[in-house]
T-cell receptor
């Protein structure tokens, strides 16, 4: 089976940098994804890491260490609109499905 | 593309009634997923299809839940009979066959069973 751990809540101020961690225990691993969900909305895909290292997409970056079963999402130059829930998700090696973590609620304050 | 389309957006029904949720995936996507989201249980995968074939339904709570995908453009999730504990937001998502396995979620159906 799969289990993922991420902090339930994170608070930061506008303009700051915040890191949301995700550790996982899986029977199979293909890659780690991140999704953003605004209150009342649907999850939207942010990034994917299959290999160790950092992937950068604008203000957002995602990191993976397969040996440590660990990844993080880094958000820079925080804006109020970044207030949302962020989910890490592990893709099962065997198929197209992913297991989602419980999500981290990010609150950005002015 | 219009994205994943779900209907209805909101459904209020009484306990014991049948509920049918509908989903139109993004054209060309191989995978279709049904999720349920609640505050208590988070985002749960109920079932997913690959090329219209159900692959894993281990997340379906019980026999009251059933899902079908008669063609590449349409899927349904049915609850019969419904119970108050089924109240949740139900998301349909579709995804292409890519290494990232990214999923594109529909807007969801908010189901309330009274």
């Amino acid at each position: 089976g799969q289990s993922l751990e991420q902090p339930s809540e994170v608070t930061a101020v506008e303009g700051a940098i915040v890191q949301i961690n995700c550790t996982y225990q899986t029977s199979g691993f293909y890659g780690l994804s991140w999704y953003q969900q605004h209150d009342g909305g649907a999850p939207t895909f942010l990034s994917y890491n299959a290999l160790d290292g950092l992937e950068e997409t604008g203000r957002f970056s995602s990191f993976l260490s397969r040996s440590d079963s660990y990844g993080y999402l880094l958000l820079q130059e925080l804006q109020m609109k970044d207030s949302a829930s962020y989910f890490c998700a592990v893709r099962d090696h065997n198929a197209g499905k992913s297991t989602f973590g419980d999500g981290t609620t990010l609150t950005v304050k002015p | 593309d219009a994205g994943v389309i779900q209907s209805p957006r909101h459904e209020v029904t009484e306990m014991g009634q049948e509920v049918t949720l509908r989903c139109k995936p993004i054209s060309g996507h191989d995978y279709l997923f049904w999720y349920r989201q609640t505050m208590m249980r988070g985002l749960e995968l109920l079932i997913y299809f690959n090329n219209n074939v159900p692959i894993d339904d281990s997340g379906m709570p019980e026999d009251r839940f059933s899902a079908k995908m008669p063609n590449a453009s349409f899927s349904t999730l049915k609850i019969q009979p419904s119970e108050p504990r089924d109240s949740a937001v139900y998301f349909c998502a579709s995804g292409p066959r890519t290494p990232a396995g990214e999923q594109y979620f529909g807007p969801g159906t908010r189901l309330t069973v009274t």
